[in-house]
């Protein structure tokens, strides 16, 4: 079925403020990852509140110090949820 | 005395100045910080008033009707749709000879949700028999609402008054006003002692019969009290300029003698015409400036005769009346002008901000023109909403690129990043946990709240999925209509409404009662911060007792409501409370409404960094504590019987919860020790299977 903008203020689009709203220009502390304290759990990405943290997919037999997250700076308002939550106190928020 | 105020502290000193006895208003913006004044005052002692927290614009109108008609001085402030919610009470207020003052921050009416200033929300009420006062400045502002009461409690008028002020452009903007001493204002107002409205069962009398073919009397006395106002307006104004030397009248006429063009306007843009006025004059042309003071009673003689020898008249419109031509202030000049040869024409400037620039080029064009013509200003289509369509890559469409739209993919999220929420905030977090268990198949309505404003702004939006927004207080209805058609249509989805505490506890819990009674299958996530914080944190139905907000200065007085109890008593709902500390158990609950071909209710308290008033990073140790102190117990509810599905081993102190909250920094451990008590009762209760 044709899909069309004729009138109503409806926005036809999807996701679209990401390409725009990069909030971590609001950032006033970078959350910084211990490599070697993670141990991927998932408790940090389930709480962060903006969607920045990826947990990724690492071989059991991995050295230590393997990144098992990564955050999208691109996004992450800095609020410090991961870091305080994070049960090997493997995030630091610094200063940035 | 001198101050340095804003347009709402303007609002809020013209109200304390007239001695207001009863205020009542709802948050809504640009207009809440000017009863979060009032409240300040009442608190500090300044005010001797009654200010009633309401669940809605339309109760707060109906708490200052019914205190009229007892007999008080009542006010309060909106605007917009807050404005066009309380609409069937203005009529009451009108119709009762209630002369309330409301001051308006004019803002454009949704849809789309303007948040600019023009003013469709005051003059679609020009038939409510509604005096209009404009104001230019802050100064106007405390001068006409002072004035406003004089002018309707005056026995020939007894009329509701708006004092309209320009949202955001006025309200929000700073200047040196003279505010005037209390004394003299009420050696100028005297206290409100009304004959025709009263509580006194010695004398009783019925307000508010019905009629039968009396109704056009009455009409004719609201038409008439109309008229009279014109003359007591001009008396209360040279009153009013003996007592405090400042003059108003019903119109402002600047430079107009020997004008050949005449430029009308009202509100703040005066102030710019007024200066383009010398300016023009100065290089001898012959202009001046009409302003428009006083709306209703339209001001038609005044306006005739500053117009008389004009030969082109421009008429400034912030309103438009879609089907006329014209703007609807130059609807009424134009009828005022009826016999005149003027060339009038008109220019809808809506809710745009003019420059002194956006004047001169105005006027060339009118200085040119050998006939009447309407404009609209700076108002073309805008060509990204065309752009849009279809295609999804902003940046793309930017660069004029055109770009194939992609399919939203499955196990996308929902909601994009890039959100606009505050930093810490856990309810978004929630919103994204509960959502994403439905995936591609979610549909959401939204009410008005904290996500509405951070989650979709024109012309971008933060939404993979349907997403819905009609208005703050009855999306429980449009909810239910979105339902009927689904299945009328045979879309499969899960139709999902996002609401705050305010949404459902308070302004909608009318229609989604309606909802619930009706059975649609509409899974209720509830996002409960405790306030109405998307305003600038004040009091909800859901403000827990002791907390401190704008609106409760020394702490939340009363209970919150208990929702759950009331959802309950419509039958067959899957209830569930949860939290965002515990997402295993929160998915749980979510995954099990979606199983059911009923209503569900799920409630999940979302603490808030600043209305909370804590550090952001504690948000989900906070939300942990709730749980572990019993005061926000998780639990499911079905079949009649409360389970409880978290259970604390070591139930800590309320206190350990409170005490990381900023807003209830302020009780005293007797405080916290009786509400430990309620907390405990309300555990034993729902330990026992009672809601």
Redesign the interface.
């Known amino acids: 079925m044709d899909?069309?903008?004729i009138r109503g203020?409806g926005?036809?689009?999807?996701?679209?403020?990401?390409?725009?709203?990069?909030?971590g220009t609001?950032?006033l502390t970078d959350p910084v990852v211990d490599q070697f304290k993670c141990i991927g759990c998932k408790i940090c990405s389930?709480?962060?509140?903006?969607?920045?943290i990826v947990r990724l997919v690492v071989d059991k037999s991995a050295p230590a110090g393997t990144p098992r997250i990564t955050i999208?700076m691109?996004?992450c308002?800095?609020?410090?949820?991961c870091?305080?939550?994070c049960p090997k106190t493997a995030i630091e928020?610094v200063q940035c | 005395m001198k101050m340095f105020l804003s347009g709402n502290q303007c609002i809020a000193q013209g109200a304390k100045l007239s001695r207001v006895e009863v205020v009542a208003a709802y948050p809504i913006t640009p207009a809440t910080p000017a009863s979060e004044d009032l409240h300040e005052m009442v608190g500090r002692g300044e005010l001797d008033a009654e200010v009633v927290n309401t669940e809605s614009e339309l109760g707060a109108m109906g708490v200052c009707v019914g205190a009229a008609a007892a007999g008080c001085r009542t006010f309060s402030c909106t605007c917009s749709q807050g404005l066009a919610l309380m609409r069937e009470m203005l009529w009451a207020a009108s119709g009762m000879a209630l002369p309330v003052v409301l001051a308006i921050d004019s803002r454009e009416i949704g849809?789309?949700q303007g948040l600019l200033s023009d003013y469709s929300d005051c003059l679609s009420e020009r038939d409510a028999s509604i005096l209009q006062f404009m104001c230019e400045d802050g100064q106007e502002i405390i001068d006409s609402l002072i004035m406003a009461y004089r002018i309707g409690e005056h026995e020939k008028v007894l009329l509701p008054s708006f004092v309209v002020s320009e949202g955001h452009r006025v309200s929000h903007s700073f200047e040196t006003v003279d505010v005037p001493e209390q004394e003299d204002v009420d050696k100028f107002l005297p206290k409100y002692q009304p004959k025709h409205v009263f509580v006194d069962p010695d004398y009783p009398m019925s307000m508010g019969t019905g009629v039968m073919p009396q109704y056009p009397s009455f009409k004719m006395q609201q038409y008439r009290a109309m008229q009279d106002a014109k003359t007591v307006i001009k008396e209360v104004c040279d009153e009013f300029a003996d007592a405090f030397g400042r003059r108003y009248g019903l119109v402002e006429a600047y430079r107009t003698e020997d004008a050949e063009m005449v430029m009308v306007g009202m509100g703040s843009v005066v102030s710019i015409l007024r200066e383009k006025v010398d300016e023009y004059r100065e290089k001898g042309l012959k202009v001046g400036m009409l302003k428009l003071r006083v709306f209703r009673p339209f001001p038609e003689e005044e306006v005739r005769e500053a117009l008389s020898g004009a030969k082109k008249v421009l008429v400034f419109d912030r309103a438009c009346s879609p089907g006329n031509e014209y703007g609807i202030s130059c609807i009424e000049i134009r009828s005022a002008l009826r016999r005149s040869q003027a060339l009038i024409s008109n220019i809808m400037i809506s809710g745009r901000d003019v420059s002194s620039e956006d004047v001169d080029a105005l006027y060339d064009k009118w200085a040119e023109a050998d006939d009447e013509y309407v404009e609209w200003f700076k108002a073309d289509f805008d060509p990204r909403?065309?752009s849009?369509?279809?295609?999804?890559?902003?940046?793309k469409l930017v660069k004029g690129e055109t770009v194939e739209?992609d399919v939203?993919q499955e196990g996308e999220?929902c909601?994009?990043?890039?959100?606009?929420?505050c930093?810490?905030?856990?309810?978004?977090?929630a919103i994204?946990?509960v959502l994403d268990v439905f995936g591609k198949k979610a549909i959401v309505v939204n009410n008005a709240g904290c996500l509405s404003a951070v989650?979709?702004?024109?012309?971008?939006?933060?939404?993979?999925?349907p997403f819905y927004f009609f208005s703050y207080s009855n999306a429980g209805a449009a909810a239910s209509g979105i339902e009927v058609a689904m299945k009328r249509k045979g879309i499969d989805g899960d139709l999902i409404l996002v609401a705050g505490d305010g949404a459902i506890f308070d302004i909608g819990l009318q229609t989604y009662s309606a909802a619930l009674e009706r059975g649609h299958r509409i899974i209720c996530l509830c996002y409960d911060n405790e306030g109405y914080m998307n305003t600038g944190v004040q009091c909800s139905g859901s403000t827990p007792h002791g907390a401190r907000t704008k609106t409760t200065l020394e702490g939340r007085r009363g209970r919150a409501k208990n929702m759950e109890q009331i959802v309950a008593a419509h039958g067959d709902v899957y209830i569930a409370t949860a939290s965002?500390a515990y997402?295993d158990d929160l998915l749980k609950k979510v995954r099990k409404a979606k199983s059911f071909d009923k209503p569900s209710f799920l409630h999940v308290i979302c603490p808030c960094?600043p209305g909370w008033e804590y550090?952001?990073?504690?948000?989900?140790?906070i939300a942990r504590l709730g749980v572990e102190s019993g005061a926000t117990p998780l639990y499911e509810y079905e079949d009649g019987k409360v389970t409880l599905t978290k259970v604390p081993k070591v139930k800590k102190p309320l206190a350990e919860y409170l005490r990381k909250q900023g807003r209830f920094s302020h009780l005293t451990d007797d405080d916290i020790a009786e509400m430990q008590a309620e907390v405990d009762r309300k555990l034993e209760r729902l330990t026992a299977g009672n809601l």
């Open positions: 899909r069309e903008y203020a926005i036809h689009a999807a996701g679209t403020i990401a390409m725009v709203n990069k909030t609001w950032r389930q709480f962060c509140p903006d969607d920045c999208d691109e996004y308002k800095g609020c410090g949820i870091a305080q939550e928020m | 849809i789309p909403a065309v849009m369509c279809g295609f999804d890559n902003f940046e739209r939203v999220a909601l994009s990043k890039g959100i606009m929420s930093s810490g905030c856990v309810s978004l977090g994204r946990m989650g979709a702004f024109y012309p971008m939006t933060g939404w993979n999925v965002v997402p960094p550090d952001p990073a504690l948000g989900i140790e």
